[in-house]
């Protein structure tokens, strides 16, 4: 059962994988960019349930893995509920969702203080995850209260949840593989998310901007990489 689990993980990540290539290319509301971002959803969700069976029947259980997974898949669910919510109400299942999500991430801070006691490395994994795994849920919960969210908001939680949970499938594809590359384990685990992450949040500052400055600060930024002192502003 073990065995066919690990199979049905490593396809489901796969499929997650080769969806987001579909995805992205592709304006959001069209048909190839919905059906893409179902598959994924669905993939991970795959993902989630056979590492939950992977990490609980591991011996002894693999709190590691067990905690990560619950993590990474809160993103994608996130990201996903905020995609296809059109209501913009949070239901009982995302506030639900949300607080075992930042329980789980006190439980990431407690195994990766049992861990740092052993000295294992993979402490300053779950320390980080954990904390941004409060972060978002925190975010979540108190945008939450404060009501639906529209236009612009409703997309950027969409991307900023969707996009680290993206980062989450990188990262297992680099972990698997890293040590062959000789990449140190900490890097595979890390390396993602500190290069990945500024990138989506300075999206997040760009998207926010009205139109006319978003064109003019992309043209000051094609000046400033074809070493251009000045352009004109619309």
Known sequence: MKDISLILHIIAGSTALLSTFIAVPFKKGTKFHNNSGQIYFYSMTLVFITAMHLSLTDNPINLFLFSVGIFSYYMAFAGWRAAVERTNFPSRIDYIVAYLTLGCSGFM???????????????????????????????????????????????????????????????????????????????????????????????????????????????????????????DED
């Open 109 to 231: 801070c407690y195994e990766a203080n049992r861990l740092l006691n052993y000295g294992n490395n993979l402490s300053v994994v779950l320390f980080v995850f954990g904390g941004i795994c409060a972060v978002m849920a925190i975010q979540d919960l108190l945008q939450f209260r404060k009501g639906p969210i529209h236009g612009k908001e409703r997309i950027v939680r969409h991307l900023s949840r969707i996009l680290p949970s993206v980062i989450a499938v990188f990262t297992a594809v680099l972990v698997v593989n890293g040590e062959k590359l000789g990449i140190p384990v900490l890097a595979s685990w890390l390396g993602p998310t500190i290069i990945i992450t500024p990138v989506i949040t300075l999206w997040n500052i760009w998207f926010r901007l009205p139109s006319s400055k978003r064109k003019g600060l992309g043209k000051k930024l094609v000046a400033q990489v074809l070493g251009q002192a000045n352009i």
